[in-house]
């Protein structure tokens, strides 16, 4: 008989063996929820059960399966599905799937490893569930090209982790909450790269908060029902490459602060209210490419400082 420190290699092989089992269990049976939780979510889509549709490989085996067939429980092999190792899944890519429904049914609790949601040209409708503040490992997140209505939810304010977010061409309304400006790490570094919720039915005003976001690179807010004055603090956003506002109903002047955005190529404040005259900071923006000021109430004269832009292809 051994001391009692000691392990024969039978014993070792048995603790070897009962910890690959569990190792083995617990992902697949995790990954079996998730399943069944998509499935939850795909029995409330239209037309999705037809052979025919981007989904119909999106079904659990036989209870009686055995073998190979079994692991199929797992979403993995699954169409749009990407998983890691352990066959939980992390990104939903159906673009363009002919995917036609609500959020409403989606397992936002149950997906507690997803990253990247990109349903892109589809005919989702209804509202943005405000469960979407569960997905806390969210990096990307596209709708755009979907008939969604209602408001964004506060509660999107949550996915701190948030790099892209993409809305555009929806039916969205009411007024961009001040908690996207939220998108941030503790230590003050926006990682929002792109905000794209253009021609929407967004109102209100554009909130100082986005002025946060110190590493946005692109905004598109245009198509909007947007009014109020274009906020100073986007001075603040010194990355910007892209700022494109027209075609709303903004007021007030342009702000100055604007010429703190020395690597901004377009600028386009066309189709607004904007009045008073053409600042002279403007002139500091020489990577532009592209200013659209017309359709607005402008005055003065043209600044001379203009003359320094030499990037300039559309004025």
Known sequence: MGSPGSETPVNLLASFALSTALFVIIPAYASSL?????????SSLLNQNLSTSS??????????????NATVSSPYSWYGISCNPARSVIGINLTNSNIRGTLNEFPFSSLPYLTYIDMYINELFGGIPPQVSLLTNLTYLDLSFNQLSGKIPREISNLMKLEVLHLLSNKLSGSIPDEIGQ??????????????????SFSGPIPLEIGNLTNLEEIYMDTNFLMGP????????????????????LSGSIPPE???????????????NLTSSIPSTSGNLTELTLLYLYGNMLSGN??????????????
């Open 230 to 249: 274009i906020p100073p603090t986007f001075g603040k956003l010194t990355k910007l490459t892209q700022l494109h506002v027209y075609d709303n109903e």
């Open 183 to 200: 998108f941030r790490l503790l230590n003050e570094l926006a990682l929002l790269a792109r905000l794209y919720i253009y021609n929407n």
């Open 258 to 272: 604007l010429g703190n955005l020395k690597l901004l190529r377009q600028l386009a404040l066309h189709y607004n």
């Open 34 to 42: 998730e399943a069944q939780a998509l499935l939850k979510w795909k």
């Open 55 to 68: 989904l119909f490989s999106w079904t659990l085996p036989p209870q009686n399966a055995t073998g190979s």
């Open 302 to 315: 043209i600044p001379d400082d203009l003359g320094n832009l030499r990037a300039m292809i559309n004025l």
